[in-house]
């Protein structure tokens, strides 16, 4: 089974509407860390966050927001009023207490594409 | 902070050839050096983790003597495909983490290698 599930494959949406990236996760370990990254088309990884297990606040930064709840093991992330500029690919990625925390594992990431 | 560069952006060489790809962090000092290879429209797969002044564990599946990397530095870790062919062309990528555990991975904008 995969560790960390991304099951949109793309997405697309008009300017200004909101969307949400889904990401699931399995892990056996009770301490681990969840991250979200953007890859734009130039091909480079932007860290967006990092968020530990035992973190469940929900997390804003501009239109930016993430939704964590370690019940159903997601890790949402939601762009509100989305802008061209947010057409990317988003990976979810977890690194697990097992391993030393050493290894990020990547779900398959999600393609989105804002249109004017 | 936490800038991550990669040198060459693009290569193209002749099947046969070596190709060495350099992974700087440019702000910090960084423990561990990881290389990843990503197919077109693919997640990112881990190839090794390297270590300063020690040798790289590599993944299952990875061919060490293929891919040789170095950690020299704290500050430079080197990736050396040997012996290039046509299945080797990818876009690999590396990232930097500033200490042990659950340190955040900052990547480097990925280096495009296309073998003739």
């Known amino acids: 089974a995969q560790k960390v599930t991304q099951a949109q494959t793309e997405i697309s949406v008009v300017e200004k509407e909101d969307v949400t990236l889904d990401c699931v996760y399995e892990t056996r370990d009770t301490t681990y860390y969840l991250f979200w990254y953007k890859q734009p088309p130039s091909g480079e990884l932007v860290f967006l966050i990092r968020r530990n297990s035992f973190d469940e606040q929900n997390e804003i930064s501009g239109r930016y927001s993430w939704n964590f709840q370690k019940s159903t093991s997601s890790f949402n992330f939601t762009i509100t009023a989305s802008q061209v500029v947010d057409s990317a690919v988003y990976f979810c990625?977890?690194?697990?207490?097992?391993?030393?925390?050493?290894?990020?594992?990547f779900g398959a990431g999600t393609r989105l594409a804002v249109h004017p | 902070g936490a800038v991550v560069s990669q040198h060459p952006s693009r290569v193209i060489c002749k099947s046969g050839t070596s190709v060495k790809i350099e992974c700087r962090s440019l702000d910090f000092q960084a423990t561990t050096m990881f290389w990843y290879r990503q197919f077109p429209k693919k997640s990112l797969m881990l190839m090794a983790t390297?270590?300063?002044?020690?040798?790289?564990?590599?993944e299952q599946g990875v061919e060490k003597d293929k891919f040789l990397i170095n950690h020299a530095s704290l500050t430079l870790s080197t990736l050396t495909v040997t012996s290039a062919h046509p299945e080797d062309s990818s876009f690999y990528i590396c990232?930097?983490?500033?200490?042990?555990?659950?340190?955040?991975?900052?990547f480097g904008p990925g280096t495009r290698l296309t073998v003739l």
């Open positions: 390297s270590n300063e002044g020690s040798k790289a564990t590599y």
């Open positions: 990232s930097a983490s500033p200490g042990n555990g659950a340190d955040t991975q900052y």
């Open positions: 990625a977890l690194s697990e207490a097992t391993g030393g925390y050493n290894k990020l594992i």
